[in-house]
């Protein structure tokens, strides 16, 4: 079975404060996608990383794919409070064409 | 455009019981997907269709099925509800496969089973 772990799976901050999330398996993913889930809705698509070593941003959000696509992280920069959710990376496997959720990393920006 | 709508929100069933939990999406998507979430778990893909008439089993279907008659409808049934299958559920879609589209999900479906 393959298995995508996320780490931390709870951090609270404060505003202004960087972070840094991370999604790391054994399996080598096609491509690897990162959301955010607010409370009593569905996830969100943010990114999808595609090529090894890919950084893509949004706003200040930093996404990267590790070189053997095994990996990914999402770094935030001067977090704020609408920063906080549930995020979640789901890896494609080729192989079935069907995404492999980690369990979330839990966010918390305080005021 | 509404996207993904489930209904019902919230369900309480006793075991043994049966139920479907229904899902529409709007935007003409050919790919449908049902997963599960449970608190400290990642979502789990139940079942999922990649075009009106065609269906197939995802990471956890035992205890589910499903049926795609129209592009637009993908309900999820269960039969002989376990308290196993207390869970969050999520159906999303897709234009195309996943590799590069965005699925969208809809709010979700609470059901706990007593």
């Known amino acids: 079975t393959q298995l995508l772990e996320q780490s931390p799976q709870f951090l609270s901050i404060q505003e202004g404060e960087n972070l840094t999330v991370y999604c790391n398996s054994s399996s080598v993913f096609s491509s690897l996608q990162w959301y955010r889930q607010e409370p009593g809705e569905g996830p969100v698509l943010l990114v999808t990383v595609v090529t090894g070593g890919e950084v893509k941003k949004l706003k200040r959000l930093t996404f990267q794919f590790g070189d053997a696509r095994k990996d990914s992280s999402l770094h935030i920069t001067a977090a704020q409070p609408g920063d906080t959710g549930l995020y979640l990376c789901a890896g494609l496997m080729d192989s079935n064409y069907q995404l492999i959720w980690g369990a979330g990393t839990k966010l918390i920006i305080k005021p | 455009n509404a996207g993904v709508t489930q209904t019902p929100k919230f369900r309480i069933l006793k075991i043994g019981q049966s139920m479907t939990l229904q899902c529409t999406q709007d935007m003409n998507h050919n790919y449908m997907y049902w997963y599960r979430q449970d608190p400290g778990m990642g979502l789990k893909l139940i079942y999922y269709?990649?075009?009106?008439?065609?269906?197939d089993k995802g990471e956890v279907p035992n205890g589910y099925n499903v049926s795609r008659s129209t592009t637009e409808d993908f309900p999820l049934r269960l039969e002989l509800a376990a308290p196993s299958q207390t869970s969050v559920y999520f159906c999303?879609?897709?234009?195309?496969?996943?590799?590069?589209?965005?699925?969208?999900f809809g709010p979700g479906t609470r059901l706990t089973v007593l």
């Open positions: 269709s990649v075009g009106a008439g065609i269906t």
């Open positions: 999303a879609s897709s234009y195309s496969r996943p590799s590069g589209d965005t699925q969208y």
